[in-house]
């Protein structure tokens, strides 16, 4: 199943191997640059049926450091247009990008938060750090709610100039759209707060907002959370009932991930630790999935879509130490992939 296609709205995946968005916080002012058109063409030249933009900023104090990538102006669209273009007119792989807003967990570096004068003021749902010692983020006002679903309209719609087959909305680990999905760092009063359709609300309106810009050509995913790992928090039923909704709201495909919004919980990582969170949310809620989290082998990523526990394989360290992994699978499976034709002659091995 790894080589069959799949088909999203008009965009069609050659194979079910997706490089998984990984922020390389490599970027000045938001901007892509050579480094960037040689990691992402590189997979390209792998034959990865999709590759997936890293988290990229909806506005400045969206994104995780100030070396992230950025989309909130259009000079930054027209550079990841030159990485879109490559990709489209050298190999068969489609690309995506994984739109984000971290909210409270915003202005830091390595994972420890910055002073908000070499950082900025962070933002949140409601006024709870992500760590005791971390400053208290900036509660948003229902104005300013509005102004960051805007936000994210804006940047689809640049993602989609671009020339852009996916868009990815960044639902999960922590950031913005999760901290109002989780009654843990949710406590608002508000149309936003509360019960499940209030702190799902932020999302659908992003979503509806992101889908106003998108026409077949271009589909959406969303990333979550299948659960946060804590008592009374986000947890997989949730994210069930959520996927319905999504999938009712024109959403193609929910990427299913865990955890980054509890500081401190415990997670048991093994192989393919996420595999039965996508599992459940594919069967219960009947949507596409994406199941991510070590897989780092053809077979199990076969085994996986044998099963019917995801739809793609999301890979994000294995395809940093091996950017062919696709095509090597195809060479051991006898199955069909794009390679460049500047490099057929490696496929005659005397
Ligand atoms: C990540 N991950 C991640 N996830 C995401 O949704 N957006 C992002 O920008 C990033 N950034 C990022 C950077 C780096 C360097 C790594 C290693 C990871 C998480 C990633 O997409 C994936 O979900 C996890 O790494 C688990 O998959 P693997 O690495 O076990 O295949």
Same mark, same amino acid.
């Given at each position: 199943m790894l080589y069959t296609p799949i088909q999203f709205r008009n965009i069609k995946l050659s194979n079910r191997w997706v490089m998984s968005p990984m922020c390389m916080y *490599? !970027?000045?002012?938001?901007? #892509?640059?050579?480094?960037?058109?040689?990691?992402? =063409? !590189? &997979?390209?030249?792998g034959g990865t049926g999709l590759i997936m933009i890293e988290a990229t900023g909806v506005e400045p104090r969206g994104r995780i450091t100030n070396k992230c990538m950025g989309i909130w102006n259009d000079e930054q669209a027209e550079k990841l247009q030159q990485i879109v273009n490559f990709v489209h007119s050298n190999s068969e792989s489609k690309i995506g990008i994984q739109l984000a807003h971290a909210g409270r967990k915003g202005s830091t570096w390595n994972n420890i938060q910055i002073?908000?004068?070499e950082g900025w003021e962070?933002? #949140?749902? *409601?006024?709870?750090?992500y760590h005791p010692t971390e400053r208290i983020p900036h509660a948003l006002t229902l104005e300013e709610i509005k102004t960051q679903v805007q936000n994210f309209k804006e940047a689809a719609r640049r993602a989609v100039k671009a020339g852009f087959d996916i868009i990815e909305i960044h639902g999960a680990h922590g950031y913005l759209v999760?901290?109002?999905? *989780?009654?843990? !760092?949710?406590? &608002?009063?508000?149309?936003? =707060?509360? !019960?499940?359709e209030n702190r799902i609300r932020f999302l659908i309106e992003i979503v509806d907002a992101v889908n106003e810009e998108l026409n077949d050509n271009t589909a959406l995913f969303v990333r979550i959370s299948g659960t946060e790992y804590a008592e009374n928090g986000w947890d997989i039923e949730s994210s069930v009932e959520l996927a319905k909704i999504l999938k009712q709201h024109k959403v193609d495909l929910v990427d299913v991930s865990s955890g980054g919004n509890i500081h401190g919980a415990k997670i048991a990582v093994f192989d393919g630790y996420q595999v039965p969170l996508s599992s459940q949310v594919k069967n219960k809620a009947e949507v596409k999935t994406g199941a991510v989290g070590l897989i780092t082998k053809i077979e199990q990523a076969?085994?996986?879509?044998?099963? =019917?526990?995801a739809d793609l394989i999301f890979v994000a360290r294995e395809i940093l130490r091996n950017p062919y992994i696709a095509v090597q699978g195809s060479f051991e499976m006898n199955e069909n992939c794009f390679f460049?034709?500047?490099y057929l002659r490696a496929k005659i091995s005397s």
């Open positions: *490599s !970027s000045e002012n938001g901007m #892509a640059n050579d480094f960037h058109f040689v990691h992402y =063409g !590189s &997979r390209s030249q002073p908000v004068e962070t933002l #949140a749902p *409601s006024p709870i750090p999760h901290q109002f999905l *989780s009654p843990l !760092s949710n406590i &608002r009063t508000d149309e936003y =707060g509360g !019960s499940f076969e085994d996986i879509l044998q099963k =019917g526990d460049p034709h500047q």
